[in-house]
Structure formats: structure tokens, C-alpha cells
């Protein structure tokens, strides 16, 4: 079981993985936070930051609505980054969108793979 250590909206994951063959203990230790989560969707598809964050919102579940209230901009400008998301993700919905972010980035984290 990991552990978590939280500062604010970030947070420090702790996890004990297997031993190596020399007897040594390998941990690993990864920052989750929206910030970061965000900044990996960027970099794993290319997106502007403001393209990012509608998508980090979307995944989360929220709607137009939500997010331009989170993001303090209207419904039909979310709805216009999110076009512009489709098209650079090559989907057609915002369900399509979220369920391949979700499997190329760590919902809270890097992307999958990533040292």
C-alpha cells in the first residue's frame, strides 16, 4: 500500500516496489496534483495549456458548464477548446476523449511509462 503525504492540493506518492536480485529495496516516489496532471496531458498530446485543462476537467467528470466556471470562461469556449481537443486526439466525443487520456496519462500523474 502506498504511501501518501499531502501538501496543500499536492501530493507526494510513496511505493515500496519488489526487491532486486542484489537484495536492495527499489521505491518509487511520484507528485500527484491537478498542476501536474494537467502538464502531462499537455505534453502527452500536444495540447495548449488551457486545451489541457478542459480535458483534465473533462475526465473528472464535469461538464461545459462546470468547467467554464472553474476556468472563469463561458460554456461555448469550453466547448471550443474541447473541438480543438478532439480533432488533435482524433475522437469524436467527450466519452472517446476521456477514456484515451485516462489510458495514456495517470489520472494525478505523469504518463504511463515515465521515469
Known amino acids: 500500500m502506498p504511501l501518501s503525504l499531502t501538501r496543500g492540493a499536492r501530493r507526494l506518492i510513496v511505493t515500496l516496489h519488489n526487491r532486486t536480485p542484489e537484495g536492495e529495496w527499489l521505491i518509487g516516489m511520484r507528485e500527484e496534483s491537478d498542476e501536474a496532471a494537467i502538464e502531462a496531458l499537455g505534453h502527452a498530446f500536444q495540447l495548449t495549456g488551457r486545451e489541457a485543462e478542459v480535458l483534465y476537467w473533462v475526465i473528472k467528470g464535469k461538464t461545459n458548464k462546470d468547467i467554464g ?12 477548446h474541447l473541438e480543438h481537443v478532439f480533432e488533435k486526439l ?26
Open 69 to 80: 466556471e472553474i476556468l472563469g470562461t463561458s460554456p461555448r469556449t469550453v466547448h471550443k
Open 90 to 115: 482524433g475522437v469524436e466525443t467527450r466519452t472517446a476523449a476521456a477514456a484515451l487520456a485516462m489510458n495514456k496519462v495517470r489520472v494525478g500523474g505523469a504518463p504511463h511509462g515515465a521515469d
